[in-house]
């Protein structure tokens, strides 16, 4: 293969083109996703989010929904390590409002949306709305005791 007139052959420009298009692409997609988490219409584990209810007594709360009319909402703390969460991304703790107090058992699709729901939300946490203003499950319950789980 011969020399351009700019030192430049043309196989390498090509090859460096086709990378540099895959970075911005890489790039606008991350951003795309850490500028918007989670909205009203994203599937999450075979569930949509229905609705979004953020800064609600120091929490997110997060609505699913599924073709069958079944519904969960899901709360999101800021994460604390005395906490026992159904799921964690780490930064967050996610805990489903079924009104069973911990003391009944979660149907294993519940568990598995829950889950599906931080992993989809690690690393993208912060851009919640809401999110600077979550509080930790303790905190949440000495600012506003007594909370009304049913009421998030």
Do not use: C, Y
């Amino acid at each position: 293969m011969s020399d351009n007139s700019d030192g430049i052959q043309r196989r390498t420009f090509l090859a460096a083109s086709a990378l540099a298009g895959t970075a911005v692409l890489s790039t606008s997609a991350t951003a795309s996703v850490g500028n918007h988490p989670l909205k009203v219409g994203d599937r999450v584990g075979g569930w949509t989010v229905t609705s979004m209810a953020s800064n609600h007594a120091g929490a997110v709360v997060a609505t699913l929904g599924a073709g069958e009319g079944d519904a969960l909402r899901v709360m999101l703390t800021r994460a604390e390590a005395s906490a026992n969460p159904m799921a964690t991304t780490g930064s967050v703790d996610l805990v489903l409002l079924n009104a069973g107090g911990g003391k009944q058992p979660t149907p294993d699709a519940h568990v598995r949306a829950v889950q599906s729901l931080a992993q989809r939300l690690r690393g993208v946490e912060n851009a919640l709305p809401g999110a600077s203003s979550m509080l930790t499950a303790t905190e949440r319950q000495r600012r506003f005791r007594p909370i009304d789980h049913e009421q998030a």
